[in-house]
């Protein structure tokens, strides 16, 4: 057949041998260039004086030539009769159709109204997507932190475009999106036939094809990527030619694309030109020609990806490019307002980046145990009978009978009352301190009295008048009078914070900068190792906190409120907790009495610090340049309605003792206000100026359900620690955040009664429309139990090597499942290649790639 196969055996062979592992890297690193180099020319190369279907018609024309060449040089001959087969023609008709139809959907989406952004949010559905129908196809295993890192990178890059987007719209305020549900439907089937598409076209690449397996006659020479490359092109080529000669006649198709492995390409998104509106190439200058190179070479080595690592990899080094060339690319150009926005994308790329690391790399340290299992596993062959029964066993004890069903009900409802008294004392607090006729600082020490009165009376009813007197033992109450100062600091900062308006969603979202300060004292004062994953994980946690605090800050529009020094007070708050957390730790392991014991000197220490920080924190809201003087029990303020107050008093200050003369106590009403209005002469009789510790306890009664929802919150909080792991508990720390921003803050502002009218200004929208914001939202959760499913899978790992993976043991049993990765030195990075599962030869699963 001729060729380089013929002419030039040895030279031959030197090609292919640095075409397969050694060179994957590399391919790698080309794709993500040119992948960048494609994002910046779509930009400046897709204008409306051209016709963008002549660009895609021309990249896969000459991307066919090439393959054709390259095929034929190589190959001789021989490449023309492999390329023009009828069993592997009709493959890739299926597969080239299927993302003509993927582009067809998208196109009919923004038809219907939808907004390019939500094209793009909904688009990236594509990498969990393939992950799903990868095990389809390949039975291909993703563990816990592969599919937690994967949402994470969903999330994360959807939240990156947003922030970006609204930058360029609406001056990097919360964009209100084009909503059609049927166009987000076609989208979402957009998709899921791209993913199966690219998927199918993995199987080819990877020579994983049955059908074409058996009509292979050289078995040798039929694995041949610029083959492939050259059948796909044909028909994708087939099918935008006619889609480019009817334009002229039908509809344009519109600016949204799809690439050949179903990621979104966007045109000119400002113009909403449709990509046909110029008929045939319109007026081609330099840079279309330059565009038509970089998608030739990206469409080139996109396959080659696909083909060497996975569609999965593949669709992580997109995200990834698209991060960088954003963070380079924008500043440069001066690109929708980038200074604005450097923090919170800044933030998000390491989110992105860290994601992308745990799921690729994720398994590296497991490496030898996966070894170690597999050779376990071979000692197994021969007892797989008896594995078999001890397994049907396990599993038969684990059924629920009915008579246990209620108890088990019962059990983990602590979970969600948990979770429940989380979400509702966060925003009751915020109701109750809306209200300016109140000292915060009495809330912290009121919870403390409560706490310490209710450990004691259980102290008395379990361990008698006798544990009661133990418990008040004052030697030993000095120990604990350090960890209840730090606990007085946190409630106080915690109170503070939701004096100054900081919403009851950014406090429980920054409050969860606790988990990462923990892990960073831990490790400097007790020695305490982590793991790299849990350190990745821990500053993703970090990141999203405080890019949620930060979102909220670029689109606030709720009045009254101090987003920095609030800020401030909650990572004071976790950073006081963390601290106590640590130094109890240290207490309680000299300490053998009961915890009940021990939480009623804890309490007292809380309760003694939180009466003496009564002036301190009055001493700091009367600081120049602090309008919150209320904080402060001896300013006089308007009451018991402060907001109602506030609109008959003359205006004296800016802070919130407005309307109140400090020196005599005066109510200052301002009577041109207040004129013939009834409600207001009303509110003007009612009205007066007060001051004093108690300030508000007798009028006010939502201060009482506060102070209960405080009081039960501590209560099931200790029900639940005792009852279950920390799995379960940072699971359920993860949930709080959502119900709060999505569901509680809406509802509640929603609430007719006036307490919480002066709560919320407004009714806020459901769902929340800064979508950039939601989207991190939801990664704060994920980044938590990121954090616990590492620990808890490398504890799995030591036990496992001090058992040395012992057949049958529960160890090799519940390590989680890995995806399959290449033998061989590119295995920790590579999924491209299923291995032999232990399961095929007899033994149990090889399930520790997840870690």
């Known amino acids: 057949g001729g060729g380089i196969h013929a002419w030039c055996p040895g030279f031959y062979a030197w090609i292919q041998a640095r075409s397969t592992t050694r060179s994957k890297l590399l391919v790698l690193i080309l794709f993500v260039i040119l992948d960048c180099a494609r994002f910046v020319l779509f930009e400046f190369a897709i204008q409306d004086s051209i016709n963008t279907l002549s660009v895609f018609v021309m990249s896969d024309a000459i991307s066919l030539i090439l393959a054709l060449v390259v095929s034929v040089v190589i190959e001789g001959w021989w490449a023309c009769r492999k390329i023009f087969a009828f069993h592997g023609l009709w493959r890739w008709l299926a597969i080239s159709a299927l993302f003509v139809c993927g582009t067809g959907l998208n196109a009919q989406a923004y038809k219907l109204g939808l907004s390019p952004s939500v094209i793009n949010l909904l688009g990236k559905a594509y990498l969990p997507m393939c992950a799903i129908v990868s095990y389809f196809f390949f039975r291909r295993r993703y563990g816990k932190l592969e599919w937690l890192s994967m949402a994470m990178l969903m999330l994360s890059i959807s939240a990156f475009i947003l922030l970006r987007d609204r930058c360029h719209w609406n001056h990097c305020h919360a964009l209100t999106l084009n909503m059609s549900w049927v166009g987000m439907f076609l989208v979402l089937v957009s998709v899921g036939v791209s993913g199966i598409a690219s998927i199918m076209a993995e199987r080819i690449y990877k020579d994983k094809s049955i059908g074409l397996a058996r009509a292979r006659r050289d078995r040798e020479r039929a694995h041949r990527y610029y083959i492939y490359r050259a059948q796909l092109d044909l028909w994708t080529l087939t099918f935008w030619l006619i889609i480019w000669v009817c334009s002229a006649s039908m509809s344009p198709l519109e600016s949204v694309v799809n690439d050949e492995y179903g990621m979104p390409h966007h045109g000119r998104e400002e113009t909403a030109m449709p990509i046909a509106a110029i008929p045939w190439f319109g007026r081609w200058t330099k840079r279309q020609y330059v565009l038509v190179a970089v998608l030739v070479g990206q469409h080139w080595l996109a396959g080659l990806v696909v083909q060497r690592y996975s569609t999965v990899s593949k669709a992580v080094a997109q995200t990834l490019s698209t991060v960088f060339v954003v963070m380079l690319g924008d500043p440069i150009q001066g690109k929708y307002d980038f200074r604005a926005r450097f923090i919170p994308s800044f933030l998000i790329t390491m989110i992105v980046v860290l994601s992308a690391l745990i799921f690729q790399t994720g398994r590296i340290n497991m490496k030898s145990i996966q070894m170690q299992l597999r050779s376990a596993a071979t000692k197994q062959i021969h007892m797989h009978a008896n594995m078999m029964d001890t397994v049907r066993a396990t599993l038969q004890s684990r059924v629920i009978q009915p008579r246990h069903l209620c108890s088990h009900l019962c059990k983990y409802s602590t979970i969600l009352f948990y979770i429940l008294a989380d979400s509702f004392r966060s925003e009751i607090i915020y109701v109750v301190q809306a209200n300016r006729f109140f000292i915060p600082q009495t809330m912290a020490v009121m919870s403390a009295v409560c706490g310490m009165v209710f450990a004691s009376a259980m102290t008395l009813n379990t361990y008698g008048v006798s544990g009661l007197q133990q418990a008040w033992t004052p030697s030993k109450i000095k120990r604990f009078l ?244 920390s799995v379960y508990r940072a699971v359920a720390d993860g949930v709080p955040v959502l119900l709060i921003y999505f569901l509680l803050d809406p509802l509640f502002s929603r609430i007719p009664l006036h307490p919480f009218r002066s709560a919320y200004s407004a009714a806020l929208p459901f769902p929340p429309t800064d979508w950039a914001r939601n989207c991190i939202c939801l990664v704060l959760p994920l980044s938590g139990t990121t954090f616990t499913v590492a620990s808890s899978e490398m504890q799995r790992v030591i036990d496992l090597c001090d058992k040395g993976a012992e057949p049958g043991s529960d160890s090799d049993s519940e390590v989680q499942s890995s995806d399959g990765s290449s033998e061989g030195e590119d295995s920790v990075v590579d999924d491209s290649e299923e291995t032999n599962s232990v399961e095929d030869e007899g033994g149990v699963d090889n399930r520790v790639g997840s870690i």
């Open 482 to 725: 350090v960890c209840g100062a730090l606990q007085a600091v946190t409630t106080s900062l915690a109170s503070m914070a939701y004096a100054l308006g900081t919403s009851p969603s950014l406090v429980v979202a920054l409050g969860k900068v606790y988990t990462p300060l923990v892990a960073v004292f831990s490790r400097c004062i007790l020695g305490k190792f982590f793991m790299w994953l849990e350190w990745f994980a821990l500053i993703i946690l970090t990141a999203a906190s405080f890019c949620f605090g930060i979102l909220e800050q670029m689109g606030s529009t709720t009045p009254h409120s101090e987003p920095i020094p609030g800020m401030i007070c909650v990572v004071g708050s976790a950073a006081s907790s963390c601290l106590m957390s640590l130094l109890m730790e240290r207490v309680l392991k000299k300490d053998a009495d009961p915890f009940i014991m021990q939480k009623v000197r804890l309490d007292f220490g809380s309760v003694l610090f939180s009466i003496l920080l009564l002036p301190v924190m009055g001493f700091l809201g009367t600081l120049p340049g602090n309008r919150r003087t209320d904080v402060a029990y001896w300013v006089k303020r308007t009451g018991p309605d402060y907001w109602a107050c506030q609109s008959v008093v003359s205006f004296t200050t800016s802070a919130s003792s407005n309307g109140c003369d400090q020196s005599n106590g005066d109510l200052l009403v301002d009577w041109a206000k207040v004129g013939n209005s009834t409600i207001l002469r009303q509110h003007a009789e009612e009205c007066f100026c007060g001051s004093g510790i108690l300030l508000g306890w007798g009028s006010n009664y939502m201060i009482y359900i506060g102070l209960l929802a405080v009081v039960f919150h501590s209560w099931i909080t200790g029900v639940l620690v005792s009852q279950f792991s």
